[in-house]
């Protein structure tokens, strides 16, 4: 299995960004999608999820409206459109599978890919 992030970088606080991971190694049409992230002294906090089929996505408070997930399963591909980014945005963003979800806090992680540093500042 491989996850590869692509599409961090630094940015000014209102700027965007879109990141973006591509999976193998197993039945990625079969498999929830999610961004989680992870800033300096701080836990993880699971950013959004995508469903298998692309139908359904959910995100933390902290993001709702700001960020869009997405997935292209003839491209194995998944997304994260950030916009209005703030300050607090600053982490490494992960691409993690998901083995189950039952909501945020309450899901199980699979596998992870090595991260994509995100850096807001002024």
């Known amino acids: 299995v491989q996850l590869v992030e692509s599409g961090g970088g630094s940015v000014q606080p209102g700027g965007s960004l879109t990141l973006s991971c591509a999976a193998s190694?197993?039945?990625?049409?079969?498999?929830?999608m999610s961004w989680v992230r992870q800033a300096p002294g701080k836990g993880r906090e699971t950013v959004s999820v995508?469903?298998?089929?692309?139908?359904?996505?959910y995100y933390a408070d902290s993001v709702k409206g700001r960020f869009t997930i997405s997935r292209d399963n003839a491209k194995n591909t998944v997304y994260l459109q950030m916009n209005n980014l703030k300050s607090e945005d600053t982490a490494l963003y992960y691409c993690v599978t998901l083995r189950t979800w039952s909501g945020f806090g309450r899901s199980k992680f699979g596998y992870w890919g090595q991260g994509t540093q995100v850096t807001v500042s002024s």
């Open positions: 190694g197993f039945t990625f049409t079969s498999v929830y």
């Open positions: 995508i469903t298998n089929n692309g139908a359904n996505t």
